[in-house]
């Protein structure tokens, strides 16, 4: 009798650990794949991307901040989701207006082939502040810049020599922009030279101004509507084409495949 009940108590407690066993396996398989599913959601998938540009591109030593970089490629697919530039188009430009004058705060990224084309210096309007640009205005006759995303149109030969036409797409930020004048140009007053007489950089009428010593590779590298994105310090500014969702399913239509008209 003895020897049967032990028997059985052994059966019973072999029986618990195996299902002990088969529930801590199901729990970690059930995890495992949750865990798969958010990786593989066009948002993570996304997100995982964008990583990968900004670090093979060296993104973060050329001091463009991660998250400055995300807005403005998150704006460039929902542009391309909207047909606002070509299928076709690569390169973005961005823009820091929340950094120093003093630094080279324009960056040119072929997102395509994950590189950086030009990290240099550019101005900002003398209505929006000295060294720092702390107030941005879409009036006309405010000298200041306008936030937002932006097409860089055509070339065309003016008071500042060649120069390149931008389109704002922010309604209510920069959609005066052709109105204002707003264009892309050389400027003589954004160089090293300036910084160190001055202790920061000249200032537009609220144009982006460049160095003469880059604008022609920067025209000839954005122009052909392109996308440039000009980030700055106001908590008010807004953007329909900051959907990461949108631009999430641009880049992954079927949700695990990478779109090849990036």
């Known amino acids: 009798m003895k020897r049967r009940l032990w028997g059985m108590t052994v059966v019973l407690l072999t029986f618990s650990v195996f299902i002990i066993?088969?529930?801590?396996?199901?729990?970690?398989?059930?995890?495992?794949v949750t865990a798969k599913s958010v990786k593989s959601s066009p948002k993570a998938q996304f997100v995982q991307y964008l990583d990968e540009i900004y670090n093979n591109a060296q993104l973060s030593n050329a001091g463009l901040d991660l998250a400055v970089f995300q807005k403005a490629v998150t704006?460039?697919?929902?542009?391309?989701?909207?047909n606002k530039v070509p299928q076709y188009s690569s390169i973005i430009t961005i823009v820091d207006?929340?950094?120093?004058?003093?630094?080279?705060?324009?960056?040119?990224?072929?997102?395509?082939?994950?590189?950086?084309?030009?990290?240099?210096?550019v101005a900002h309007g003398n209505?929006?502040?000295?060294?720092?640009?702390?107030?941005?205005?879409?009036?006309?006759?405010?000298?200041?810049?306008?936030l937002g995303?932006?097409?860089a149109d055509d070339v065309y030969h003016g008071k500042h020599g060649r120069s390149l036409r931008?389109?704002?797409?922010?309604?209510?930020?920069?959609d005066n922009a052709r109105s204002r004048s707003i264009v892309l140009h050389a400027a003589p007053y954004v160089s090293q030279s300036t910084i160190n007489q001055l202790g920061r950089l000249?200032?537009?009428?609220?144009?982006?101004?460049?160095?003469?010593?880059?604008?022609g590779k920067v025209i000839n590298t954005i122009k052909g509507k392109t996308v440039l994105f000009i980030n700055g310090n106001d908590s008010n500014y807004t953007s329909q084409y900051l959907n990461q969702e949108v631009a999430a399913k641009y880049?992954?239509?079927a949700g695990n495949a990478l779109n090849a008209s990036l």
């Open 21 to 32: 066993s088969w529930k801590a396996e199901n729990v970690k398989e059930t995890k495992k």
């Open 75 to 82: 704006g460039y697919f929902n542009l391309k989701a909207a």
């Open 97 to 121: 207006l929340a950094k120093s004058s003093c630094t080279k705060r324009m960056w040119i990224v072929d997102l395509i082939n994950k590189e950086l084309v030009l990290n240099t210096w």
């Open 127 to 146: 209505g929006s502040g000295n060294d720092m640009a702390n107030y941005f205005s879409n009036e006309n006759d405010s000298h200041a810049s306008s």
């Open 149 to 151: 995303f932006y097409v």
């Open 166 to 174: 931008l389109n704002g797409m922010d309604a209510g930020f920069n």
């Open 202 to 215: 000249g200032r537009s009428e609220g144009c982006p101004a460049i160095s003469p010593k880059v604008a």
């Open 251 to 253: 880049v992954y239509p």
